[in-house]
């Protein structure tokens, strides 16, 4: 038995954030620096599975380890990734990484930034996060499954009611969280009725996913549970029409939170969508992938008409979420080579650049105090490296070829184009409305004249900020540049999915 | 040598970028060295292009200096590039100007280092179109080209730029969007987006044969895919009535902005026309070139009336862009219409000569306006008058310029425009007629500009104080040399070019 990567990645925010509770509260920079430090130790764990990732002709999991936990009733903590999933897994490190960066902040009274209330609850909460988040990308048992969503939802309330923003934050918390919960108790009833179904035919009662992938559910059995285990899944995804909770968590989160719930949150609704919805009742995807591409293709051009009007930075970022998301769901609702390719880059594509989005939006925000666009101008000058990061993050959004973002959203639309080509056509408006809003952000905010009562009140970035920017703008260019960083692995990850679909 | 021989292409393509990297790492203070790198770094893609020119057998049919690099390999997109008479001809004109147009910036003190780097990954862009040979490609250096030329008119240009520069944006990505669509059809139908490849199997497929499940016969597939890449390539030439971007874009982009755009970008929609619509769509294009020709002589006539009526000389310009394009296009719809012919290849001849002439006097004639601008800062025709006996050598620059927009005999314009209408006129008489007719208001645009400008009562205004009116300095002049030389070059003696165009479109069509 190797190293047991995947189980350190897992527990290791998990470890940390127990560390971090112990210090004692005052110790703030002590705090942020083992936080710090547990994220680049995640961060590299996660880039070394990334790197050690076989391609060559591979299609099942990698990086497998079993440990019995209830033997009894089949449940078992099984880690391993494939070639969606790794990328995620890099996704989460990253986020994680950065989203430590730029909470760190400026410790002055007068003009805070980052997180400088409670660091210490507040890297506590956001690492038990994590520690969910990898889990989800990592199980492949789908009790664990479930047992690390359930971690990854619920710190998002206490962080999002502790540190939100003052107006909403109750009322966001409150409706995120219920839209989750009700969304996850629907997908875990269709999960049970398969660890039943399945036991009953085989004999073994089993909550390992490798074994319920091989259970071959009957096309009535499959066609019946599909459409709750997805959808109460793809909640967290934000389709439409279930997206409602997702904008306004956004906007109520503190920074590093909302680059967590649009970079990572949202993909782990879409993963789970995939893994336990279409991988394990492929037939029934199949039977119901016409209505999953009809509310995809609403979210996306729906998402950025709304995206579009928006006057607060956060919602209109919020609201492009809901219309990118879309494409994900576009892309496996295609159920074929192309389009679940797309979905997979795009996952990873979009994590990265609404991280980014939020990380900047932030920055912003704690040094203007507002984040109405009419309110804001001249950012540029003040901040070079922040506007250069948005306008990078821009670019990806609006599917500008040489950023990641094409890439992703080019094989989607493929994939559409051989499944419904009046679904492609109809999609592909919200490339320009898209490129419309995030032109006029940018004008907005990063250039033109700074309003006169922010004059001399824009501290510079701090280093910290910078470092966090460069490193998510790196990413997004280099996949831009050079699919074969990303494509072969998500390919193997999608090869699997295909056979399961019978070969389609 | 051999090493040069087999990344020819790419060295041509990327050094640009690479240059615009180094640039960013240099201090941003040093106006001075920056400006000087970016200048001297695309003199490398000139002289290379040089080389290329020289070393390009015109007589050997397909693609040559081919290297094809592995780039998303899951969709089958490569990076695959080759030169042929046309683009050869289109890669020496963007690395010809592109110093040229550096040269004219030196001027520019906001923000050096981000204005240098910008022009230079421009550079690049519209090289990458004018080079590649996949599908993908193509589009990418198409569209990625937008980036920087938007930033340039958005942040260096005049008063209106914010309008002016979303509106550029906008327009050519709805335009696009239709040719974004296309490709992807081409991927899903052909698993490869080879252009060669692409193009023989779509030529293959039958009119009658239905696309996957649907009852969609490919015969109205075609139809619907011909006019979206035709609007498009139109947005970019422009051609009327899809030209409203330019006029804005124009004016209110810095002099080098301007210089670029009308000299290079617009021939990328043209270069699209040629490379990929003719090609792709022959008995669409045979059906439909009565009406791109009407669409050509609508710019042309059109074009010239509107610039006729411009009281702000860069608008004067900007619309005789529109009339100048007019003339390619009008190229070819009657290569489209009879193509094979010897008339047809005599049209397709001037229009591809009219891109690259275009390109010299479109880029001299913005670079003037400029010049003047910068000095009095103003571009309104009323305010001029008389500067001649101010600024002669200005005003001698400016007539010759001018007379080669006017397609005065002995200079460029008048070689491109008499091939066209000499080709054109068996194929589409009628509407090169009313071309002609064109023509006439072309000669008095430019007269109406030449005569605010220089000639008539002076306005003191500009004779003493601190408005005087100071000469054309020595960079300036050092820009204007190289375009007049190779205007009078291809007026006088148009051979060299004409064999490696004439040889390209004969094989081509």
């Known amino acids: ?504 | 040598m051999d090493f040069l021989n087999t990344h020819l292409l790419s060295l041509i393509l990327f050094i640009p970028s690479l240059a615009a990297l180094v640039i960013l790492f240099l201090p941003s203070e040093e106006h001075k060295f920056i400006r000087w790198t970016a200048f001297l770094a695309s003199l490398i893609p000139f002289g290379l292009s040089v080389y290329l020119w020289i070393q390009f057998n015109p007589d050997l049919a397909g693609y040559q200096f081919e290297v094809k690099y592995a780039w998303y390999d899951a969709i089958a997109s490569s990076l695959h590039l080759g030169v042929d008479g046309l683009s050869l001809t289109m890669v020496l004109l963007t690395t010809f100007l592109t110093p040229l147009a550096l040269l004219a910036s030196f001027n520019i003190s906001d923000r050096v280092k981000a204005y240098m780097m910008l022009f230079l990954f421009l550079e690049t862009g519209m090289l990458g179109v004018f080079l590649a040979i996949d599908l993908l490609a193509f589009f990418i250096f198409w569209e990625i080209g937008l980036v920087p030329m938007y930033f340039l008119i958005n942040q260096w240009g005049s008063a209106n730029r914010n309008y002016a520069s979303l509106k550029f944006m906008i327009y050519t990505m709805g335009g696009s969007l239709g040719l974004l669509l296309g490709i992807q059809l081409f991927g899903v139908l052909f698993q490869t987006f080879d252009l060669a490849e692409i193009v023989a199997k779509w030529n293959m497929i039958s009119p009658n044969a239905t696309f996957g499940e649907t009852t969609i016969t490919f015969a109205t597939i075609k139809t619907v895919a011909f006019w979206a890449f035709v609007v498009a390539f139109a947005i970019k030439v422009p051609i009327w009535p899809f030209h409203t971007w330019l006029p804005d874009a124009h004016t209110e982009a810095p002099t080098a902005g301007s210089m670029i755009l009308a000299g290079i970008l617009l021939k990328l929609g043209a270069y699209g026309f040629l490379r990929l619509v003719l090609p792709l769509y022959p008995e669409q294009a045979q059906y439909f070139s009565g009406a791109l020709a009407f669409l050509a002589v609508a710019a042309i006539v059109f074009g010239a009336l509107a610039s006729y009526g411009q009281t702000d000389f860069k608008r004067l310009v900007a619309y005789s862009s529109v009339n100048h394009m007019g003339f390619v296009l009008l190229g070819v719809a009657a290569a489209a219409r009879a193509v094979g012919t010897l008339d047809a290849t005599i049209a397709l001849n001037g229009a591809v000569l009219q891109m690259f002439n275009h390109g010299l006097s479109a880029a001299g004639m913005f670079f003037l306006v400029g010049v003047i601008y910068e000095r009095t800062h103003t571009r309104d025709l009323s305010k001029y008058g008389g500067l001649f006996t101010l600024i002669p050598v200005y005003g001698g620059i400016l007539i010759f310029t001018s007379m080669s927009s006017l397609g005065l005999p002995g200079l460029n314009g008048f070689i491109s425009e008499f091939l066209v209408v000499r080709g054109s006129w068996p194929i589409l008489t009628v509407y090169t007629a009313i071309a002609m007719l064109g023509l006439f208001f072309t000669g008095a645009y430019i007269l109406k500009a030449i005569k605010n400008v220089l000639h008539g009562p002076l306005n003191e205004h500009w004779a003493q104080g601190e408005h005087k009116l100071t000469e054309i300095n020595t960079r300036e002049i050092l820009v204007m040399v190289p375009l007049m030389a190779l205007i009078l070059v291809i007026g006088v003696y148009p051979a060299w070019i004409l064999d490696v165009i004439n040889k390209a479109m004969v094989m081509l069509f």
């Open chain 1, 1 to 504: 038995m190797n190293f047991p990567v995947l189980s350190v990645i897992v527990f290791t925010p998990m470890v940390a954030a127990a560390l971090i509770l112990l210090l004692p509260a005052e110790k703030r920079n002590e705090i942020r620096a083992l936080a710090l430090t547990a994220a680049a130790f995640a961060l590299i764990l996660s880039a070394w599975v990334y790197v050690q990732y076989l391609v060559n002709g591979m299609t099942g999991y990698q990086f497998v380890e079993k440990y019995d936990w209830l033997p009894a009733l089949g449940i078992s903590l099984i880690f391993g990734v494939d070639g969606i999933s790794a990328p995620l897994v890099l996704l989460t490190g990253i986020v994680m990484f950065t989203g430590v960066l730029i909470s760190w902040g400026i410790d002055d009274p007068h003009a805070p930034t980052g997180i400088q209330d409670r660091p210490r609850e507040f890297f506590a909460f956001l690492f038990i996060l994590a520690s969910g988040v990898f889990g989800v990308f990592a199980s492949l048992d789908l009790f664990m499954l479930f047992f690390f969503y359930e971690i990854a939802v619920f710190p998002m309330y206490l962080l999002i009611v502790i540190w939100g923003w003052v107006k909403t934050r109750e009322y966001a918390a409150m409706k995120l969280t219920l839209y989750l919960f009700i969304g996850s108790v629907v997908a875990l009833v269709g999960a049970l009725v398969m660890y039943w179904t399945a036991g009953q035919t085989t004999g073994v009662y089993t909550f390992d996913m490798r074994a319920l992938e091989a259970a071959n559910f009957s096309q009535a059995f499959q066609n019946a549970w599909f459409l709750p285990v997805f959808f109460g899944f793809a909640v967290l995804g934000g389709i439409w029409p279930f997206h409602n909770w997702s904008p306004d968590g956004h906007v109520a989160a503190p920074t590093a939170v909302s680059m967590f719930h649009a970079g990572v949150l949202m993909k782990l609704g879409a993963f789970a969508a995939l893994r336990v919805g279409v991988m394990l009742l492929p037939q029934g995807a199949q039977h119901w992938s016409w209505l999953i591409m009809t509310c995809a293709a609403v979210a996306v051009v729906y998402g950025a008409f709304i995206a579009f009007v928006q006057t607060d930075l956060k919602y209109m970022i919020g609201f492009s979420s809901v219309s990118h998301m879309g494409l994900v769901m576009l892309g496996v609702s295609t159920l074929n080579n192309n389009g679940l390719l797309g979905a997979g880059v795009q996952m990873f594509s979009h994590g990265i650049m609404t991280a980014l989005f939020f990380a900047v939006t932030g920055m912003i925000y704690d040094r203007a105090h507002t984040r109405e666009v009419p309110e804001l101008g001249g950012m540029g000058k003040v901040l070079p490296y922040a506007s250069i990061g948005f306008i990078i993050g821009g670019l990806v959004s609006m599917g500008m070829p040489g950023f990641s973002g094409f890439v992703a959203e080019f094989p989607i639309f493929m994939g559409v184009w051989s499944k419904q080509w009046l679904v492609a056509v109809v999609a592909s408006v919200s490339i320009v409305i898209t490129a419309a809003y995030i032109m006029r952000i940018i004008r907005g905010v990063f250039f033109g004249e700074m309003p006169e009562k922010l004059q001399g009140h824009i501290s510079p970035l701090t280093a910290l900020d910078k470092i966090a920017i460069v490193t998510l703008c790196l990413f997004m260019v280099g996949i831009g540049v050079f699919p074969a960083m990303m494509t072969p692995m998500v390919q193997t990850g999608v090869q699997h999915i295909l056979s399961l679909l019978g070969g389609a």
